[in-house]
């Protein structure tokens, strides 16, 4: 019987993680099923361009894993019984369960309201591609002169309001943010980011919290009103509410707790990467939720099932950071270098030049999917563990 992989969530981390595992098994010994509600990739790291009017290449996961042993189910994820290792999927034929061997968990996260009055009635996100799309459909009814308030300034936050402003520079953008704009990164990285906005025209209120958002804008802790005709909230993320629902050991955000392998620490059949999981980083603390975490996750969690599967060495854990890359529109951006544990360096990169960087950062993030058995030599090798089960409790 062949050992079955379930990989729940087609994102960054989820479809990395199956097309790894498609190059490290032998196909005659395993069935990997990529279990997603959209029958496409979304490229979430360009959220905030499809929000403001582009148009995003389209990617059908049918088509990206067609001939690679992966098969897609597109299905909506219900429930979790990981002690039957069992998967309730609501799917267009109907509701039905899949059960697994292993269970890869990518289910990512969507924006979180942090519990402030008003923001599920009165703002709008871009977590995800519906969300960016009604987005997108707000601004275009939007007249000359309407305020777009953008709450929230990290990445997220950042790029979203630059690229309204770049897109729609008869509107009036404006940015809350709790601490200082960019505070977070370099001196010449934050001055750059202050130049950008002066240059785009964007208002900031730095040192800000918001109490409550009501239909024309939004009221701050100390009383006072921000009017906007449209409030778009960045101010965080959280993680799908499934993992949670099951006996799976998660952490107080719902993550799921995994150890340096990204295996779960109460269930050794289940592994948890991207946004979804609670997973030691370069100095112990965790990693932070993002593409840039997503992917090495996903890498690092396929290759270590696939090791414990063929009784091979599991690698290292080697997960570490690069860069932070911000968009500023399509002609400006910041590439702020960062030590492994995600400290700013002095040194960055702005301008044109950055958001070159950016782009090719972000295809080459987009390639990596599209392409799930073209990275790296295909080294398919046969499962050697009679019980593979215990194999994986190794």
Not at 30 to 43: C, H, Q, S, T
Not at 112 to 132: L, N, T
Request: glycine content about 8%; proline content about 5%.
């Amino acid at each position: 019987m062949k050992h079955r992989i379930v990989v729940l969530g087609a994102g960054y981390a989820g479809a990395n993680a199956a097309g790894r595992l498609a190059k490290r098994l032998h196909p005659a010994d395993v069935e990997i099923d990529l279990v997603n509600a959209d029958p496409e990739f979304v490229e979430r790291v360009r959220m905030h361009q499809l929000a403001a009017g582009q148009e995003l290449k389209t990617r059908a996961l049918a088509d990206v894993f067609a001939g690679t042993g992966v098969r897609v189910v597109p299905a909506r994820v219900t429930a979790i019984d990981v002690d039957r290792k069992v998967v309730d999927i609501d799917a267009a034929d109907g509701r039905r369960e899949i059960t697994y061997d292993t269970l890869v968990y990518a289910l990512g996260s969507a924006a979180a309201d942090c519990g402030v009055p008003g923001v599920a009635e009165h703002a709008h996100d871009i977590a995800g591609k519906q969300s960016a799309l009604r987005v997108r459909e707000r601004l275009a009814g939007l007249g000359a002169g309407a305020t777009v308030l953008v709450v929230g300034a990290g990445l997220t936050g950042i790029e979203a309001a630059t690229e309204v402003a770049e897109a729609r520079p008869d509107l009036e953008v404006a940015l809350v943010a709790r601490g200082g704009l960019g505070d977070w990164l370099s001196a010449k990285a934050q001055q750059h980011l202050r130049k950008a906005f002066d240059r785009l025209g964007i208002t900031v209120h730095e040192h800000t919290d918001i109490a409550r958002v009501e239909p024309t804008g939004a009221v701050t802790i100390d009383g006072r009103t921000i009017p906007a005709r449209m409030t778009l909230w960045t101010a965080g993320f959280a993680v799908h509410p499934i993992a949670a629902a099951t006996t799976l050991r998660v952490s107080a955000t719902g993550q799921i707790v995994v150890d340096d392998t990204m295996r779960s620490v109460s269930h050794p059949d289940v592994y948890a990467v991207g946004d979804a999981a609670l997973a030691p980083g370069a100095n112990g603390e965790p990693l932070r939720m993002s593409c840039a975490s997503g992917v090495p996750s996903a890498y690092h969690a396929a290759d270590a099932i696939a090791a414990r599967l063929t009784g091979r060495k599991i690698p290292g854990n080697a997960i570490g950071y690069t860069a932070q890359c911000i968009s500023l529109g399509r002609r400006d951006a910041v590439v702020q270098w960062v030590t492994p544990d995600d400290q700013p360096k002095p040194s960055a990169v702005t301008g044109r030049a950055a958001a070159r960087v950016k782009e090719f950062i972000c295809k080459s993030a987009a390639w990596s999917v599209s392409h799930p058995t073209s990275m790296l030599p295909s080294r398919r090798r046969h499962i050697t563990a009679t019980e593979p089960i215990r194999a994986l409790t190794a």
